[in-house]
């Protein structure tokens, strides 16, 4: 019988306070550029968290997954475009894209998944050329490069209210992820990405699973691409290139695989980063080029933190534990042989 964790367990209070501290800050900061920072952080916090399904859970690298983010973002802005500012069809976008990411999710999972390690990876980056292509060709639908601005529903102008959205929406999506990794279903994406041979040989399809964490992985990161053009107001072929998954891919590493928390760790490291350094430009000319201190910092965090920021904080505390126990069994000997 599997042990269900406490409501009030270590790590659910740690959740709640970084919820807490994340509601009060645009109170606290009282800036506009802070809260369309913090709101950006959300959202690639979701788009890296779908990201780990794939690549911490599951063992697949991915190099298309800009795909199902510029997917859920083109499919919202054309709607709104064409049909109106209005919440409902901001939702009813959300779910054509959700369920156009689903399908696509599908078809190129069954087509790419049976190929192994970097086969896989050159595959999904190649299907996602193919969008980028048709967007940049599809002007009278796309206006291809250059892109389109359009209106956001008048709720969300008030970018506060927009903010408190996407954090509900990286609430929901935290805890349904977790509830996912937990399950027997998550239990079965761990076990193929440790082997997937053996995995196999106890009976399980590990295709079939594969394609279902794709699909949720997708899934996900066109619940982000939608927020995303919703905060620019504006939507050009940048959603679907290969940048969005590398930054997807950083944020993962360095924040820590197969962790979930991690990732939003790591968007907020870069998300914070590249904006306190870009900023820096203004006035120390050094930092105009300040893409090569990113670089920078992303190799030492990848040196010193091999296993992510959360991964390493965990491995110490379970060394500390683990230490603590031997000592604390080594004086219950000691005590045992004193008595005898």
């Excluded at 800050?25 to 794939?54: E, G, K, W």
């Excluded at 995303?228 to 930054?247: A, H, P, Q």
């Excluded at 993962?252 to 990732?263: D, E, M, N, R």
């Excluded at 992510?308 to 904080?313: E, L, Q, R, S, Y």
Aim: with cysteine; proline share 2%; aromatic share 12%.
């Amino acid at each position: 019988m599997i042990k269900q964790p406490s409501l009030l367990s270590r790590s659910n209070i740690v959740y709640t306070v970084i919820v807490g501290v994340l509601i009060v800050l645009p109170f606290v900061l009282d800036s506009r550029t802070m809260t369309i920072l913090l709101t950006q952080f959300c959202i690639f916090a979701i788009l890296a968290m779908s990201y780990d399904i794939l690549l911490g859970y599951t063992g697949i690298i991915s190099f298309g997954h800009a795909m199902f983010f510029g997917i859920g973002a083109y499919t919202t802005a054309i709607m709104l475009s064409d049909f109106g500012p209005t919440v409902g069809i901001f939702a009813a976008s959300i779910v054509v894209g959700i369920v156009l990411s689903a399908i696509i999710s599908v078809i190129s999972g069954a087509l790419t998944l049976r190929l192994k390690s970097h086969f896989y990876a050159m595959f999904t980056l190649a299907i996602s050329g193919l969008f980028l292509v048709l967007a940049e060709k599809w002007r009278t639908v796309t206006k291809g490069n250059d892109g389109f601005t359009f209106r956001a529903p008048e709720l969300f102008r008030e970018r506060l209210y927009f903010y408190f959205l996407v954090l509900i929406c990286l609430v929901i999506v935290f805890i349904l992820l977790k509830r996912i990794v937990a399950s027997p279903f998550g239990k079965v994406l761990i076990a193929i990405r440790e082997n997937e041979q053996r995995t196999r040989s106890l009976g399980y399809k590990t295709l079939g699973y594969k394609i279902i964490a794709s699909v949720i992985a997708g899934v996900v990161a066109s619940l982000a691409g939608s927020l995303y053009v919703i905060s620019l107001r504006f939507v050009n072929t940048s959603v679907l290139t290969m940048d969005i998954t590398l930054d997807a891919l950083m944020m993962t590493i360095i924040g820590g695989v197969g962790t979930l928390i991690g990732p939003i760790i790591g968007a907020g490291v870069i998300e914070f980063a590249q904006h306190y350094l870009s900023g820096l430009a203004r006035d120390y000319p050094i930092f105009e080029r300040w893409i090569i201190f990113f670089g920078i910092l992303y190799i030492l965090a990848v040196i010193f933190f091999p296993r992510g920021i959360v991964g390493t904080i965990s491995s110490s505390y379970n060394g500390w534990k683990l230490k603590k126990g031997q000592k604390k069994t080594v004086k219950l000997i000691e005590k045992e042989e004193i008595q005898q």
